[in-house]
């Protein structure tokens, strides 16, 4: 059974740091490009960043580029989001996300880890 | 950045009646859009990719039609369980995805 299932979310002030953690298990996670997405409170879905599966490319949305990191361990599993210079408009919760190969929709998502960036 | 519009914003239907979503892209997505169930406190669930292929295990009376820029969401009778806000997602210009402002399925 695949599942994903972030960790690291919490309460940051504002211009504070906060590192994601995304645990993927069930699939062999070294051959697929992941994903992060975030939701705002009561909002909608916003793409934040894609690392393909050796790590060769990353993107990242205008709203975040230079203020986060995505990354991946392949050996442990696991994809990061690393959050610097946060602002209160970070505040979300963030999913990662499975991209399906030669396709580009996400078809797993894990639960979520709720940031709230607050003074 | 292509943007993609959804309508109606809140659509409310009774229980066992058809419920029909639109999206709209700002540009040609070809085939490549993907509709999404989401209930309160639930991650995004995969239900119809390449805008009319139902994914894994959801039921027949989901269905998607459209391409290009014209897309549709119909579910042909509605359960309680389907009452969940639906998003629409275009990635044919991955990895610069994005996601249509949701509709919001509410029982009448």
């Known amino acids: 059974e695949v599942q994903l299932v972030e960790s690291g979310g919490g309460l940051v002030k504002p211009g504070g740091s906060l590192r994601l953690s995304c645990a993927a298990s069930g699939f062999t996670f070294s051959s697929y490009s992941m994903n992060w997405v975030r939701q705002a409170p009561g909002k909608g879905l916003e793409w934040v960043s894609s690392?393909?599966?050796?790590?060769?490319?990353?993107y990242y949305a205008d709203s975040v580029k230079g203020r986060f990191t995505i990354s991946r361990d392949n050996a442990k599993n696991s994809l990061y989001l690393q959050m610097n210079s946060l602002r209160a408009e970070d505040t979300a919760v963030y999913y990662c996300?499975?991209?399906?190969?030669?396709?580009?929709?996400?078809?797993?998502w894990g639960q979520g880890t709720l940031v709230t960036v607050s003074s | 950045e292509i943007v993609m519009t959804q309508s109606p914003a809140t659509l409310s239907v009774s229980p066992g009646e058809r419920a029909t979503l639109s999206c709209r892209a700002s540009q040609s997505v070809s085939s490549n859009l993907a509709w999404y169930q989401q209930k309160p406190g639930q991650a995004p669930r995969l239900l119809i990719y390449?805008?009319?292929t139902r994914a894994t295990g959801i039921p027949a009376r989901f269905s998607g039609s459209g391409s290009g820029t014209e897309f549709t969401l119909t579910i042909s009778s509605l359960q309680s369980e389907d009452f969940a806000v639906y998003y629409c997602q275009q990635y044919n210009n991955w990895p610069l995805y994005t996601f249509g402002q949701g509709t919001k399925l509410e029982i009448k």
């Open positions: 390449g805008a009319s």
């Open positions: 996300a499975r991209v399906v190969p030669i396709g580009g929709y996400f078809d797993y």
């Open positions: 690392i393909s599966s050796s790590s060769s490319y990353i």
